[in-house]
């Protein structure tokens, strides 16, 4: 069965940077259409960036400008470069899939990776 291992997080002083990686275990496996989701203690789950098929992404509005995502096709791999880093970008971050991907990666997102802690001290 397929699965989303997530790497990347960790601690780092507000201003830095981290580069977070999410894998398919297994490589067979279309993962067209991704993105990347935050949860912080008692906070509601909110997404953070998207990529479309076509390469297409897609931000929120309080990671413009500051986050890049990306996906290595080939290697079944999404990415999310984080600059600019503030503490309110604390959180649980999880990368997520839509398997099989529908045409204009539209619906929900039905499969989840584990998780990987980011948190950024003031």
């Known amino acids: 069965q397929v699965q989303l291992v997530e790497s990347g997080g960790g601690s780092v002083q507000a201003g830095g940077s981290l580069r977070l990686s999410c894998t398919a275990s297994?490589?067979?496996?279309?993962?067209?259409?991704m993105g990347w989701f935050r949860q912080a203690p008692e906070k509601e789950r909110e997404g953070v960036a998207s990529?479309?098929?076509?390469?297409?992404?897609l931000y929120a509005d309080s990671v413009k400008g500051r986050f890049t995502i990306s996906k290595d096709n080939a290697k079944k791999t999404l990415y999310l470069q984080m600059n600019s880093l503030n503490p309110e970008d604390s959180a649980m971050y999880y990368c997520?899939?839509?398997?099989?991907?529908?045409?204009?990666?539209?619906?929900?997102?039905?499969?989840w990776g584990q998780g990987t802690q980011v948190t950024v001290s003031s």
């Open positions: 297994t490589y067979t496996a279309s993962l067209d259409c």
């Open positions: 997520a899939a839509k398997v099989p991907p529908p045409t204009y990666c539209a619906g929900a997102y039905n499969l």
């Open positions: 990529i479309r098929r076509d390469g297409t992404p």
